[in-house]
């Protein structure tokens, strides 16, 4: 660890002397935001296939939602596992919105 902070600082004095010999200085960069609407739908996660479903005029009886929860809970886990923080977020939310719909009843 002390060898690899040694090589960084030396890098970086080594940066800094050049910056100043050619009157360089250094800034952020700056890119637009790019419009993520029209990616591939991959990056979309069905909220649909964790609707809660009907019956009849009826939602799901309360004492369904916690095995919902749960299921929902272990699906955003295996998305985070495999680095689909986005996806795993929406799930996320979809959860959160089905606690404080527990609260509610």
Avoid: Y
Avoid at 1 to 14: D, G, P, V
Avoid at 40 to 55: E, I, N, T
Avoid at 84 to 90: D, G, H, I, L, R
């Amino acid at each position: 660890m002390r060898r690899a902070i040694e090589i960084t600082r030396k890098r970086r004095e080594l940066q800094q002397e050049h910056n100043r010999k050619h009157g360089i200085t250094p800034r952020t960069i700056s890119k637009a935001i790019q419009d993520l609407s029209g990616t591939a739908q991959d990056d979309f996660v069905d909220l649909g296939k964790f609707a809660l479903p009907k019956q009849g005029k009826r939602a799901l009886p309360l004492d369904e939602l916690p095995s919902v929860i749960a299921r929902l809970k272990t699906e955003m886990m295996d998305l985070a596992e495999k680095l689909e923080f986005e996806k795993a977020a929406a799930i996320r939310d979809r959860i959160l919105e089905l606690e404080q719909l527990q609260l509610d009843l």
